[in-house]
């Protein structure tokens, strides 16, 4: 087992990996009374085109999503109602590039934790049980497409990309779901829920070779094969430069995304996602002067914000919220990135920003969850979340000023809106 310390975040991590190819990340929280256990696999909503046993598989859209809900179901009973009875808060998630199973609790840790391993790498599904979950998960995905958050961000998404399979609703459609078999679903946990796709992070008071010992003696002893996935190819043009639909709202709502150059796994992945906040933040951050110009001039309110994402393929920057003057916001976001790449940032505000954001990533580790999701997501693409003190060191004006050159630009921008029922 190899213990790295982090002097400059002050966290020690313990890392193994088993011979089934599971790695085991370990922090150690003496004195805390919490714990908390992360078991995830690198299997997503995007993952929807793989090969297994060399043939190429196509599968339903929202099959990881819905795999995730049958997970719990074991010939016992159900996984979740036996954590809460040991007094454990379980639940699980799927995002597009992963799946996450997870719990903490103060009593029974090594007992719920015998449990969480189990149950995520033992199926148990019966056409029968399947059968019922796609009325369940069917009302689900009503409900989301009745939210306009949700169709102004998908419906942006699938103009900023033509091809990539994370334009797609992890949650698929109700005509996806209608795909979906107990076979399916073995065939899914068979390729992606091997150990040596997979990681279990555990913080708390623990001891980290007890811990690897227990996942030792409860996971199979073989991992699978490196699965192969095609997520699509896609071309640096956008799908449509905009989209909107009219919904039951009392407010105009839009967002503006922007198709970046997605990063390789490794530490250029880290350098970008860095890269990417930073010039988020001081780009439309609440302190920029953009904010304050539109703020100011009523064309934005306290719903407006920005973001950077990145996903295996993809990265992409968007802002939104509520306005009557949607693209007029968005021809300020341009002529705004426009000149901080001709006159440069402010050196002080420059500075401010990267203090700010430093000061949130390092908060962050104050959350057991956060702590594991961070190592969990270093882990798939190959870098390692805690030397992120080095990153923000390493990253200078010029470098955001090259992000939002390259980036920010007209042809790569998208204006999605949602506007008021007439």
Known sequence: MRETFYERVGE?????????????????????????????????????????????????????????????DTKEGNALQELAKNGAEPNAFTSNAMTGYYFDSTDHFEENLKILLSFV??????????????????????????NPDWQ???????????????????????????????????????????????ILTVVGDVDPV???????????REGGPVIPRDYGEEPAEVAQKETSREMEVSMPQFLTGYKCVPAKDGADWLRLAVTGDMACDLLLGESSPLYQRLYSQGLINGSFGGTFEMMPGMSYLYAGGDSNHARAVADAIQKEADRLVREGIDPDFFERTRRASFGDNLRGLNSFENIAVSLTEGYFHGYDPLTFPQIFDAVSQEDVVSFLRENITPDRAVLSQILPRT
């Open 12 to 72: 020690s991590v313990f890392r193994e990996t088993l011979p089934n190819g599971l790695m085991v990340c370990v922090v150690p929280k003496p004195g805390y009374v919490k714990k908390y256990a992360f078991f995830a696999t690198r299997y997503g909503g995007m993952d929807v085109r793989f090969q297994l046993n060399g043939k190429w598989l196509d599968t339903p859209a929202g099959i990881a999503h819905y795999l995730e809900h049958k997970m719990f």
């Open 121 to 146: 790498s033992i199926p148990y599904f019966t056409d029968e049980s399947v059968a019922k979950e796609q009325g369940i998960i069917g009302q689900e995905i009503r409900m989301i497409e009745d």
């Open 152 to 198: 102004i961000y998908t419906r942006m998404m699938q103009a900023l990309y033509q091809n990539h399979t994370g334009r797609i609703s992890v949650a698929g459609s109700i005509e996806s779901i209608r795909e979906i078999t107990a076979q399916t679903l073995y065939d899914c946990h068979k390729a992606f829920y091997t150990p040596s796709n997979m």
């Open 210 to 220: 007890h811990m690897v010992d227990l996942a030792r003696r409860i996971l199979p």
